[in-house]
Structures are given as structure tokens and as C-alpha cells.
């Protein structure tokens, strides 16, 4: 059975070890060791990453009382130096008390009960029993988080046995566990739970609610604390820095600037879609005075799809029976009819198009399919053309 240092002091980052076995797996070595503060992936929590004697730790699993570790080399030697990703698992420790204290407030001040947990190197989420949550609901949250956070309180971690879970307020209790593991939130909660923890709340670090979405009926509320959220802070602050400096802007009159260069780009788009209008309408005339048939068909090399909609129209207006024009530059095809013809548009591309790698869809009278490249969407032309008798 391994010794499991990251329940007795999460916060061993190196340490020696015996290797107690070593077998080989599908190309890769699956190491165990008399002693690990490697945490094995489990309970909404990611497993540590490192090394043993210099060697890669890529994933770390539990197998029963023992913690697996894999590795693509086998470490040298049954004496072993072995050290964690110290900076992975802070950042884990401290979304993973976060979670408990933001899941412990949001159950107290609105009734809201957490389902799952999502944590991750890049991510950190819970999912929580309710439809959705106002803006004033999750600024509530957020000051009642930050305000435990500041206070210190302690984070315990204690064991009892499973008859004496009634003597606590726990949420959950894991079935088939006979010793619990708790962690006790000073004055806030207890929860069984086998996850590293901080010390403190203060440990934390600040935490912040940055969205929330709707999952299977029930909100799902994405957060950041701690060194990931210093992270994310300078990532933002710089990106912020390089906007000013584009756009020659202080700080104070940055969205004053933004809204002006929204402005003029609404003004330059009108009258660039004014004056499109006009080319498309000789554009048009000179299109179907070089098409033999009733349809019109061509590929252009650099318009838009919302510019082939305004041709596509034009041409059925001015007595084409249907129209087929794809462009290079996004690798899509309009297909359209002026309703004589006893085709549907929406059918052939939903039942041709993945021929030719294609999707999309639409009406009876128009539909759009995007290809992956202008090679298919040649193919594809050609074949819809030839379909029409063109």
C-alpha cells in the first residue's frame, strides 16, 4: 500500500521514495512507490504531474490502496528522487478549496446545491441545482466568497468512521467508505472529501465569477482564484496596454474610442453595401447576358457569401430560373430558385453535399453548404450545375 504524503502534508513538492514495482503497458511504464505526494486523478481534481529520477510523470492513477504512476522511461535504480509540479498542484489546491467554499455560499444564501465539479489546469466550474442566477445573486456570491477568503478561516482536515457521520452537517456521504476523510471549512462547512486542500481559506487568494452558462437546465458558474487568477490578471492587463497603445487611447476614454470606430464602420459599411448594390445590379446584367440557359452558375475567387445572397437575388429578379455561385474565399456555395422549378434547394445540399465533404441546408427556394477546401467545392459546382442541366 502506498504512503499517501499528500493527505499528510499536501504541500511535499519533493521527496525520495523505494520503487515497489515497475510493469509495462502499452508502450509506457507503470511505476509504484512506498511513498508519493503524486495526487492520483479523482474527485473532479486533475493528478499531479513530475518526475521520478528525472523521468516524466505524464498521468498518476489510483489502483486500489495503491497510486500508479506513468512514465515513457523506466526511472534508473530502487531508490528514487521524486519531485511534483509545484505551481500545477497550488493551482489545483487552491480551486479546490474555492470550490468548497463557493459551493458551500451558494448553497447557504440561495439554495443552491452543487451537482458536479469541473477543475482543470485551465478551467475551474461547479454545477449547481438551479435554472440561473441573477447578476445581483452572483455579486452577492462573490462578496460573501472574498469576504470568508479575507477572514482566515482554518481549513481542517480530520477522520472519522463512518457510524459517526451523523454528528456532522455533511451534504454527501461516498458510498462504500468506511473511513472518512472530512475537510471542515471553520464555521462554513463540512465535506467528505479526498482532494487537497490549503490551510486557510486566506490561501485561496481572491476569487472571481467569470460567467455563467446553462447546462442540461441547471447553471453552470465558472470561477478563478489564486495564482491562476494573478495569471490571468497580468494576461489581461497586458492585452489592455496593447489595445490602448493601438488605438492611441488612455485608459479612461478607451470605450469612448471603441464606440466611435463602431460608429464609423456601421457608416462605411452602409455606403459600401450601397455602392455593392450597384456594381452587383451590372454585375448581374452583364452575368446573364453570357449565361445560354435558364440558370446561372459561377464561382467567384474573393467575394463574400453575404455578397453572393445579394447576386443570387438580383439574378433571380432579373428572370433567371435558378442561380448557383460559390466563393473561393470562404469555401461556399449559395444555391437558389425563383419557386417555378420543382427542385428544393435545402434537400440537395443536405443530400449531396457530404459527398463532396460538404454541410448545410436551407429552404426549398435557397441553401448554403461550406466545403473544406476549393477543391471540393469545384467538385461540388460541377455537380450541381450538371444536376440542373446547365
Known amino acids: 500500500m502506498t504512503e499517501k504524503l499528500f493527505y499528510t502534508d499536501p504541500k511535499v513538492f519533493e521527496w525520495d521514495a523505494e520503487v515497489t514495482g515497475a510493469a509495462f503497458h502499452d508502450g509506457l511504464w507503470h511505476v509504484t512507490l512506498d511513498k508519493t505526494a503524486f495526487y492520483p486523478e479523482g474527485g473532479g481534481q486533475p493528478c499531479d504531474l513530475g518526475t521520478i529520477a528525472g523521468k516524466e510523470v505524464i498521468h498518476v492513477m489510483k489502483k486500489g490502496e495503491e497510486v500508479v504512476h506513468i512514465v515513457k ?3 534508473e535504480g530502487t531508490r528514487v528522487h521524486c519531485q511534483i509540479d509545484k505551481i500545477r498542484r497550488l493551482v489545483h489546491t487552491q480551486h479546490h478549496s474555492g470550490q468548497h467554499l463557493l459551493a458551500a455560499v451558494c448553497l447557504k444564501m440561495y439554495g443552491a446545491k452543487t451537482l458536479s465539479i469541473h477543475l482543470s489546469m485551465n478551467s475551474a466550474a461547479i454545477e449547481l441545482d438551479v435554472p440561473a442566477l441573477s447578476d445581483e445573486q452572483l455579486e452577492n456570491i462573490e462578496k460573501e466568497v472574498n469576504r470568508l477568503i479575507l477572514s482566515g478561516r482554518r481549513i481542517r482536515i480530520f477522520y472519522i468512521n463512518r457510524a459517526e457521520a451523523g454528528r456532522y452537517d455533511l451534504d454527501e456521504i ?4 468506511e473511513r472518512l476523510r472530512i475537510v471542515e471549512i471553520e464555521g462554513v462547512e463540512y465535506n467528505a472529501c479526498g482532494g487537497t486542500h490549503v490551510g486557510s481559506t ?3 487568494g481572491p476569487l472571481k465569477i ?7 437546465g ?9 495564482i491562476r487568477l494573478f495569471e490571468d490578471y497580468k494576461e489581461k492587463l497586458s492585452l489592455l496596454a496593447d489595445i490602448l497603445e493601438k488605438l492611441s487611447a488612455a485608459q479612461d476614454t478607451v470605450l469612448q474610442k471603441i464606440e466611435k470606430i463602431k460608429k464609423e464602420l456601421k457608416e462605411k459599411e452602409q455606403k459600401y453595401n450601397a455602392l455593392f448594390d450597384e456594381y452587383a445590379e451590372l454585375l448581374t446584367d452583364r452575368f446573364i447576358a453570357e449565361q445560354k440557359g435558364p440558370t446561372a452558375g459561377k464561382i467567384f475567387p474573393d467575394k463574400t457569401v453575404k455578397e453572393l445572397s445579394v447576386i443570387s437575388h438580383k439574378l433571380l429578379q432579373k428572370g433567371m430560373k435558378a442561380a448557383v455561385l460559390g466563393t473561393i474565399l ?4 449559395i444555391l437558389s430558385q425563383n419557386g417555378d422549378l420543382a427542385i428544393d434547394c435545402g434537400k440537395i445540399i443536405k443530400q ?3 459527398a463532396f465533404s460538404g454541410k448545410g441546408g436551407g429552404t426549398p427556394v435557397k441553401a448554403q453548404a461550406q466545403f473544406p477546401d476549393s477543391e471540393k467545392l469545384n467538385e461540388f459546382f460541377r455537380f450541381v450545375t450538371g444536376h440542373l442541366g446547365n
Do not use: Q, W
Not at 210 to 216: D, G, I
Open 210 to 216: 467569470l460567467k455563467t452558462e446553462r447546462v442540461r
Open 202 to 204: 486566506s490561501e485561496i
Open 174 to 177: 461516498p458510498e462504500g467508505i
Open 218 to 226: 441547471h447553471v453552470r458558474l465558472h470561477f478563478i482564484c489564486g
Open 73 to 75: 522511461e523506466k526511472p
Open 352 to 354: 449531396h453535399a457530404p
Open 330 to 333: 470562404e469555401n461556399k456555395i
